[in-house]
């Protein structure tokens, strides 16, 4: 596995479970263990995987450390888009993203979009006629959760 990205204790999600198990043969690829080896000293207390959850050299909770490039930011997506398109096309993209709230945080950088969110928006975008210059605004390369 590949895990030479710097893992940010931000970048976790809120109530992702730590590892601490340093007998696990599968520690040095989990994100869980790496998510055990960045909390910060003023953390106390959070969800943990039991020592108990490896059996056999397997854990049914390993999360393989895999790099994925996540993406946010719509600007760039409507920058070329006719104005009869962009309230309709807007429309399909705020549905897919399960409305309005969701679309204004993942414009803005609070939520991320994955490769495939990514790829699903691209191909709204296709079926309005959009085929060239898409892209997001910003991209962010980060494990996957």
């Not at 869980?32 to 854990?59: E, S, Y």
């Not at 398109?85 to 399909?92: P, S």
Request: hydrophobic fraction near 35%; proline fraction near 4%; charge should be positive.
């Amino acid at each position: 596995m590949n895990t030479n990205i710097h893992l940010n204790y931000q970048d976790l999600p809120l109530s992702y479970k730590f590892c601490f198990n340093r007998e696990c043969p599968l520690r040095e690829d989990c994100t869980h263990h790496l998510a055990g080896l960045v909390i910060p000293p003023d953390r106390q207390w959070g969800t943990a995987i039991f020592p108990n959850a490896l059996n056999d050299a397997k854990c049914d909770f390993y999360n393989p450390a895999v790099k994925e490039k996540l993406a946010y930011g719509f600007r760039r997506l409507f920058m070329d888009v006719k104005s009869k398109d962009i309230a309709l096309l807007r429309q399909k993209v705020q549905e897919y993203l399960g409305g309005k709230t969701s679309y204004y945080r993942f414009n803005k950088g609070v939520y991320k979009l994955t490769e495939e969110q990514q790829q699903a928006i691209l191909d709204i975008f296709t079926r309005f006629g959009y085929t060239e210059n898409l892209s997001f605004d910003e991209y962010k390369e980060c494990y996957r959760f």
